[in-house]
């Protein structure tokens, strides 16, 4: 099971827009609708922030929208905040019956 | 309000075990699949393994230790175990206990633990 492929860092002044990527294979990502995404400040526990590729939970931001296409799916922060700054995960579930996170990407407000 | 609290992490020598709790509070514990998730220092999130609701107890686990670890819970105490043997210096990191959002294994991680630190010394 191999990491899904996200990209190390993006960076972003207050107020843009900003997008992470997150590369799997026609076996996770590509598969099935079961993509989501976490946020992690520094010495926290991660929180849930996207699921089902485009779903918000309760109590997130409409700033945070997800989507996907082929064995690709991506995160996108609108009104960037320095809140937002953190290091942000994708997930998804496998053919093999097993879960898998991205490397993760660290989001930097300028 | 959900609660998760681990307990159980520590210092152990290569090949030995340690046994992971994690007591839930908060929600219908035997409606949701459970999984251990790791971050070792300065690295990212590793599923670990995670164990459906339903009475069957349906597990599954990473490759990376397939073998060596067991999940388990027991709806009746509201805990979730990871029993972990011939422990590997890779292993060492901080295991979260993560309620999913649905009754198996879909990966929504809702509600975590604060963490457990296991250090595996050679």
């Known amino acids: 099971q191999s990491a899904l492929t996200q990209p190390a860092s993006v960076s972003g002044s207050p107020g843009q827009t900003i997008t992470i990527s997150c590369t799997g294979t026609s076996s996770d990502v590509g598969a099935y609708n079961f993509v989501s995404w976490y946020q992690q400040h520094p010495g926290k526990a991660p929180k849930l922030m996207i699921y089902e590729v485009t779903n918000r939970p309760s109590g997130v931001s409409y700033r945070f929208s997800g989507s996907k296409s082929g064995k690709t799916a991506s995160l996108t922060i609108s009104g960037l905040q320095a809140e937002d700054e953190a290091d942000y995960y994708c997930?998804?579930?496998?053919?093999?019956?097993?879960?898998?996170f991205g490397g993760g990407t660290k989001v930097a407000v300028l | 309000e959900v609660h998760l609290l681990e307990s159980g992490g520590g210092f152990v020598q290569r090949g030995g075990s340690l046994r992971l709790s994690c007591a839930a509070s908060?929600?219908?514990?035997?409606?949701?699949?459970m999984s251990w998730v790791r971050q070792a220092p300065g690295k990212g999130l590793e599923w670990v393994s995670g164990v459906i609701s339903s009475g069957t107890g349906s597990t599954d686990y990473a490759d990376s230790v397939k073998g060596r670890f067991t999940i388990s819970r027991d709806n009746s105490k509201n805990a979730l175990y990871l029993q972990m043997n011939s422990l590997r210096a890779e292993d060492t990191a901080i295991y979260y206990c993560a309620k999913d959002s649905f009754n198996w294994n879909v990966g929504y991680f809702d509600s975590w633990g604060q963490g457990t630190l296991v250090n595996v010394s050679s």
């Open positions: 997930s998804t579930y496998t053919s093999s019956n097993t879960l898998v």
């Open positions: 908060g929600f219908t514990f035997n409606n949701y699949a």
